[in-house]
T-cell receptor
Framework: SQQGEEDPQALSIQEGENATMNCSYKTSINNLQWYRQNSGRGLVHLILIRSNEREKHSGRLRVTLDTSKKSSSLLITASRAADTASYFCATASGGSYIPTFGRGTSLIVHP | NAGVTQTPKFQVLKTGQSMTLQCAQDMNHNSMYWYRQDPGMGLRLIYYSASEGTTDKGEVPNGYNVSRLNKREFSLRLESAAPSQTSVYFC????????????FGPGTRLTVT
């Protein structure tokens, strides 16, 4: 069963715009991760945020975590065509370090 | 470093045939995982190995077996393939005590007819 659910399922934007995708989850978590998957490839880790953190940045990526709302958001600023991919959130909860993946958001960035 | 490698990249099987998917990592990670990815379903964990010599079931283990051959290698076996096992299979590895990010292989696209 999926723990995290991404929203929207699909997002289409123009190059240079910002892209925001959200992840909601059901139970308390230890940490939340975001991954990217280019078409036909394996997943690539982007960023991990721990349950006691509220915001993290990595280059053009900004992740926020609101544990009271059980939600996270991934913001990609100044998007590029190369950002076209599926983005997954993954949560680890309880005593487990193993993440559970959501169904993903498909992002298309038009040049 | 090659990271996580998987073989084969593509495979077509007939119902009832068997095959083994191979995975190897060169990052000295303790934990390894097998996932399947189906359209609209995200990734689902089949089996994992927290360390050499141990394996545990994940969310969807039925119809599969695994072997943790050594620290580097973790194989997935389909004893009698079924059309429902048509999927893309990913192997991943990570550390146990953090950082927890997983490193994924390129995947094996399996079709069972």
């Amino acid at each position: 069963s999926q723990q995290g659910e991404e929203d929207p399922q699909a997002l289409s934007i123009q190059e240079g715009e910002n892209a925001t995708m959200n992840c909601s989850y059901k139970t308390s978590i230890n940490n939340l991760q975001w991954y990217r998957q280019n078409s036909g490839r394996g997943l690539v880790h982007l960023i991990l945020i721990r349950s006691n953190e509220r915001e993290k940045h990595s280059g053009r990526l900004r992740v926020t975590l609101d544990t009271s709302k059980k939600s996270s958001s991934l913001l990609i600023t100044a998007s590029r065509a190369a950002d076209t991919a599926s983005y997954f959130c993954a949560t680890a909860s309880g005593g487990s370090y193993i993440p559970t993946f959501g169904r993903g958001t498909s992002l298309i960035v038009h040049p | 470093n090659a990271g996580v490698t998987q073989t084969p990249k593509f495979q077509v099987l007939k119902t009832g045939q068997s095959m083994t998917l191979q995975c190897a990592q060169d990052m000295n990670h303790n934990s390894m995982y097998w996932y399947r990815q189906d359209p609209g379903m995200g990734l689902r964990l089949i089996y994992y190995s927290a360390s050499e010599g141990t394996t545990d079931k994940g969310e969807v283990p039925n119809g599969y077996n695994v072997s943790r051959l050594n620290k580097r290698e973790f194989s997935l076996r389909l004893e009698s393939a079924a059309p429902s096992q048509t999927s893309v299979y990913f192997c991943a590895s990570s550390e146990v005590r953090g950082p927890y990010e997983q490193y994924f292989g390129p995947g094996t696209r399996l079709t069972v007819t």
